[in-house]
Structures are given as structure tokens and as C-alpha cells.
């Protein structure tokens, strides 16, 4: 079983070498492409080893979360999916999905954006992405202190430092502090900008920010802030020690509130879970 990241699907999908495709942020961007003047290849059903395509109609489909789709090439595979049991105590049970009981309300939301949107307007959105993307990508490849990751052809760009006096988690922060919406990555080092409907008239204005931020982590007097930061002192740790630091993470994210802590705490919001709670303090 193999499993490609997006459009890095190639002819090597045959009937004896089968895939899934993740196809997950690019949804609405990839499939109107080749509408769109741009040429990126298949990576659909179109290839015989495809089986399966994961697919999120709450990104660029601009529907609600709780929504993520899997399709399968045909129901001979889609079988494989499914669960069922005989000997439940409460008769028989079979279910073709991983989630129990679910909402109905995202479902709706993103069946009501496709419908406003259609065709036409997922065209148009798509245009407008391909084409920042690729001018995006163009304008920052102009700093020579900038060194872009991969060939951005779809609606996200990464790029690394070029310049032994530029730290690529420095340059986020400063980025960061000028308010831009960025992702700080590892393996290797670099920021992931994400091209939308809300920033792609600032190209421009990006561009420019980068170029002062550059500037400003030149001086090697910034500090990289949060994830940056991790990143940074994380990099020359042992593999398990990282892991292990995660874990202490998630117990902190996880750890229960004593009832003290969250009326200390209280807004109008949380009024209905303080109420929930049972009213005595809780070993932490």
C-alpha cells in the first residue's frame, strides 16, 4: 500500500501498485486546475492504482469543520471499510464509518456553500489561488536571501533561509509580529504560507514584510516565538526526549480543573460547564 502526500502522484499507480491519494487541503483548488489554464497532472480516478481519494470540503470548499470525505474507486473496496457484528446483545450492528453518533449540521453547511458557490465560484476562487500562488512564489524566489521548497503549484508556498545570517525562525517571528497568518515547519526548517481568498490581494503587502523582516532578523537580536521557539531548541535534543516532552503536553492540555479554578474563572460562557461539574475539588 503505497500513500502520496497531494499532487505528488506519478504513473507508478498501476493495478498491481495501489494508493491512496491525500488530497485534503488543495480540494477545491485541484480539480479545477486544468479549467484554470494549469497543468498538473493526474491524480485521480483517472490512474487505474488509485483506490481511495481523502478530500476536505471544509478548507477551500469554505464549508464547516466535521466534514472530511473519503471516496473509494468502487464498492468492492468500499467494503473493506465497513464494520458489522451478529452477536451484539443489542442485534445487529454494522456501521461504514469510524464515528459514532454525529452532527448533521456540518454536513448541511457545507451542502449549502457548494450549492451557493457551484461551479462558477469555485472556478473563479481557484483561478485567483493558482495564479497568487504562482506569483507569490515567483516574488519571493527574487530575494536572495530567500530559498523556496518544492514547486509550489497549487495555493501553498514554503520557503527557507538562503543566508547563513538570517534564521529561518527568526524571520517567522518577525513575520509573525507584522500580523501574518504563517506555519512554522521542520524537516527541513521553513515557513508554510497558505494562500487564501482573504490575503491573496496582499501578495504585494507579504512580500514587502518579508523582505523588512529579513532586515530585522539580520540583526540577530530577535527572539523566535512559540512554535519557532520550540522548533529552534528542539533541534539538537534526542528524538525520544522530544516525544517525551509531548506527552507531558498533552497531559497538561488534558489534566482536570478543579471546581475552585473554574469559578475563579467563570464567564458567561463557561457558566453551563461550571454547572456541570460536580462540585468538589479534583486531585490535579
Known amino acids: 500500500f503505497f500513500f502520496f502526500n497531494d499532487t505528488a502522484t506519478t504513473e507508478i499507480y498501476t493495478e498491481q501498485i495501489v ?86 449540521g456540518p454536513i448541511a453547511g457545507a451542502w449549502a456553500a457548494m450549492m451557493y458557490l ?31 521548497i518544492g514547486e509550489p503549484n497549487v ?10 545570517k538570517v534564521d529561518i525562525y527568526q524571520l517567522g517571528s518577525c513575520i509573525q509580529k507584522r500580523g501574518w497568518s504563517i506555519l512554522v515547519c521542520q524537516n527541513p526548517p521553513c515557513i508554510h504560507f497558505g494562500l487564501t481568498l482573504a490575503n491573496i490581494e496582499n501578495v504585494g503587502l507579504f512580500v514587502k514584510d518579508v523582505k523588512a523582516s529579513i532586515e530585522e532578523a539580520k540583526t540577530g537580536k530577535v527572539k523566535a516565538l512559540g512554535v519557532s521557539k520550540m522548533y529552534g531548541a528542539s533541534a539538537s535534543l534526542p528524538e525520544n526526549m522530544v516525544e517525551e516532552g509531548l506527552d507531558v503536553l498533552l497531559d497538561c492540555v488534558n489534566k482536570p480543573v478543579s471546581y475552585t479554578h473554574l ?7 463557561n ?4 454547572l456541570l461539574l460536580e462540585k468538589k475539588k479534583t486531585t490535579i
Open 155 to 164: 495555493c501553498l508556498v514554503a520557503f527557507t533561509s538562503n543566508s547563513k
Open 263 to 269: 469559578r475563579a474563572h467563570e464567564t458567561g460562557r
Open 19 to 104: 494508493g491512496s491519494v491525500r488530497c485534503v487541503q488543495e480540494t477545491d483548488i485541484i480539480p479545477f486546475a486544468e479549467e484554470c489554464g494549469y497543468d498538473l497532472g493526474k491524480y485521480d480516478f483517472r490512474l487505474k492504482g488509485v483506490t481511495t481519494i481523502s478530500i476536505d470540503p471544509h478548507k477551500y470548499g469554505l464549508g464547516p469543520k466535521g466534514v472530511s470525505v473519503l471516496l473509494f474507486r468502487n464498492k468492492k473496496i468500499r467494503r473493506y471499510s465497513f464494520f458489522k457484528s451478529t452477536q451484539w446483545p443489542g442485534g445487529y450492528y454494522a456501521t461504514a464509518v469510524l464515528g459514532g453518533s454525529r452532527s448533521g
Open 271 to 274: 457558566l453551563v460547564c461550571r
Open 118 to 148: 457551484g461551479k462558477p465560484g469555485y472556478l473563479d476562487q481557484a483561478k485567483k489561488i493558482l495564479d497568487g500562488t504562482h506569483l507569490l512564489a515567483s516574488k519571493l524566489a527574487e530575494i536572495p536571501e530567500i530559498k523556496i
